[in-house]
């Protein structure tokens, strides 16, 4: 793992900030503590080509904050050093952005188990009940833990939260619609690159958590094993695995 490498490596005064999917930010701190981890909300698109050329898919929240909620001087230094790349804000939330992503990664990331684009996934016919479902049953976790989730760029939790599914998903949809990267990093890993995914650290993740805290995500957990049949070879992408959700779970119209 990375953090035994850096760990002894940090100056007294140094802090480490993960700019990966997933809440990364609780195993960090595990080894450095939560004093010297910031925390990073990366929702811009981008893609690794090859060494040396990443294609950058579009713009969107960057959002940076200390896991305490102070706005401090080393965080607004941060900030100003980021500016070089993308504009950063900063917040006193930050664990309420991250869990915002990670749930909206499990809507997306269902589409990833297809050919088909973002916008193309979430407009297909028939399926927005998974896709409400998978949120629903991952919004469950971070309110669970006593976390503000936050809107951003392409979710609203709110929108979720007063059952209005088709303007979420129309949200999220529209956001990546005419984007250079319209797919997401799941169908990249699965379709071109032919590896291993980050199934684990993301949409997993939900999933144990809310099992350590007595809660069942069965869409999810199921999404997790099917992404995970793709990896070994013994499912082929397409838009069937979806349906298979609706199959398994035995889902009701939730739109």
């Known amino acids: 793992m990375a953090m035994e490498t850096i760990a002894p490596l940090l100056a007294d005064d140094g802090f480490v900030v993960s700019l990966q999917n997933g809440i990364n930010e609780y195993t960090i701190a595990e080894y450095v503590g939560a ?54 804000q900063v917040t006193n939330n930050i664990m309420g952005y991250l869990w915002s992503k990670q749930v909206n990664i499990s ?46 760029d392409d979710f609203d939790p709110g929108l979720y939260r007063q059952k209005r599914y088709g303007d979420a998903l129309k949200k ?8 250079l990267k319209n797919r997401t990093g799941l ?23 809310g099992e350590e805290l007595g809660l069942a995500l069965p869409c999810n957990k199921r999404m997790v094993e099917l992404v995970h049949e793709i990896e070994k070879g013994h499912r082929s992408m397409g838009i069937e695995n979806v349906f298979e959700l ?5 889902l009701k119209n939730l739109t």
């Open 172 to 179: 999220t949809a529209d956001h990546y619609r005419y984007m």
């Open 187 to 209: 169908y990249r890993d699965l379709a071109i690159r032919k590896r291993s995914s980050e199934i684990d650290g993301t949409v997993g993740h939900t999933v144990i958590k």
């Open 246 to 250: 609706k199959k398994n779970l035995g």
């Open 35 to 88: 004093d010297r981890t910031i925390g990073a909300f990366v929702n811009w698109a981008a893609d690794y080509i090859s060494p040396g050329r990443i294609k950058f898919g579009g713009k969107s929240n960057f959002i940076i904050g200390e896991l305490n909620g102070v706005l401090s001087p080393r965080l607004l230094t941060l900030q100003k050093d980021l500016q070089a790349f993308l504009s950063a």
């Open 107 to 152: 809507v997306m990331f269902a589409t990833g188990m297809t050919p088909l684009s973002i916008a193309e996934g979430l407009e297909y016919p028939d399926t927005q009940d998974v896709y409400t479902a998978l949120a629903l049953e991952a919004m469950q976790v971070p309110e669970a833990l006593g976390v503000e989730l936050e809107a951003f």
